[in-house]
């Protein structure tokens, strides 16, 4: 899949709906790289582009990643400059023809988007942040993941069955070699990742496969059509 769309003016012109992917670029352990947040964002709306009538549009490679600032590689801005980026963006599309802008979030802490597409409710033009958490349970269970969303918080089971199906050539072999686990996290925003975990992982990669990558993908699509 490639990771920035190709169109030109021609193939967007009468596409009301937009796709902006949230990534960030953090640590991901020793087997997947820093862009991986990233790169599940923009594969996921590729994926939901290729399904309906949607216009895909480049990601936003940096996001809020404060947590993983204690291993190297990881490059954060402020919650207030995400959300002034995203403002932004919709206010440039909104003058486009755009009615709705959905925000693929490839990052869970990028907890501010929540609140942008709240309040997006009072002004002109509709937002919508996908997958929400009921998009990713059903994924997990129409993939038959191993691990519990708990469990598999960072760079485990889920992130890298994405990338084994749909970018193998990002997954660095060790992958089977790097679990893990660190289920109490209760002070992870205040104490960051670091406290909980060696290698920045939190989950089991070992349960990983390029099937189980396939079907969450697959039923991540299918969960995007309430969003139509």
Same mark, same amino acid.
């Given at each position: 899949?490639?990771?920035? $769309?190709?169109?030109?003016?021609? /193939?967007?012109?009468?596409?009301?709906?937009?796709?902006? $992917?949230?990534?960030?670029?953090?640590?991901?352990?020793?087997?997947?790289?820093?862009?991986? /947040?990233?790169?599940? @964002? @923009?594969?996921?709306?590729?994926?939901?582009?290729?399904?309906?009538?949607?216009?895909?549009? $480049?990601?936003?490679?940096?996001?809020?990643?404060?947590?993983?600032?204690?291993?190297?590689?990881?490059?954060?801005?402020?919650?207030?400059?995400?959300?002034?980026?995203? @403002?932004?963006?919709?206010?440039?599309?909104?003058?486009?023809?755009?009615?709705?802008?959905?925000?693929?979030?490839?990052?869970?802490?990028?907890?501010?988007?929540?609140?942008?597409?709240?309040?997006?409710? %009072?002004?002109?033009?509709?937002?919508?942040?996908?997958?929400?958490?009921?998009?990713?349970?059903?994924?997990?269970?129409?993939?038959?993941?191993?691990?519990?969303?708990?469990?598999?918080?960072?760079?485990?089971?889920?992130?890298?069955?994405?990338?084994?199906?749909?970018?193998?050539?990002?997954?660095?072999?060790?992958?089977?070699?790097?679990?893990?686990?660190?289920?109490?996290?209760?002070?992870?925003?205040?104490?960051?990742?670091?406290?909980?975990?060696?290698?920045?992982?939190?989950?089991?990669?070992?349960?990983?496969?390029?099937?189980?990558?396939?079907?969450?993908?697959?039923?991540?699509?299918?969960?995007?059509?309430?969003? %139509?």
């Amino acid at each position: 899949m490639d990771l920035l $769309p190709a169109d030109t003016t021609l /193939d967007v012109h009468d596409r009301a709906i937009a796709l902006l $992917p949230v990534g960030s670029c953090e640590q991901h352990g020793p087997h997947l790289p820093l862009t991986t /947040d990233t790169v599940v @964002a @923009a594969t996921l709306a590729a994926a939901v582009e290729a399904a309906y009538p949607v216009r895909r549009l $480049p990601p936003v490679t940096f996001s809020c990643s404060h947590e993983h600032a204690a291993w190297p590689g990881t490059v954060s801005i402020s919650a207030t400059t995400l959300v002034a980026v995203v @403002a932004d963006i919709a206010a440039s599309l909104h003058r486009d023809g755009v009615t709705l802008l959905v925000l693929v979030n490839g990052h869970g802490g990028n907890y501010v988007l929540g609140n942008v597409v709240q309040q997006a409710t %009072l002004g002109p033009l509709r937002m919508a942040l996908f997958p929400g958490e009921t998009d990713w349970d059903t994924a997990r269970r129409d993939a038959g993941l191993a691990t519990s969303a708990v469990t598999d918080m960072h760079a485990g089971e889920l992130e890298t069955s994405i990338l084994l199906h749909a970018h193998p050539h990002l997954v660095r072999p060790d992958y089977a070699r790097a679990d893990e686990v660190a289920d109490d996290r209760r002070h992870l925003l205040s104490r960051g990742l670091q406290a909980y975990s060696r290698s920045g992982v939190v989950g089991r990669p070992s349960a990983a496969s390029a099937g189980k990558g396939r079907e969450l993908l697959a039923s991540l699509v299918r969960s995007f059509a309430e969003q %139509l």
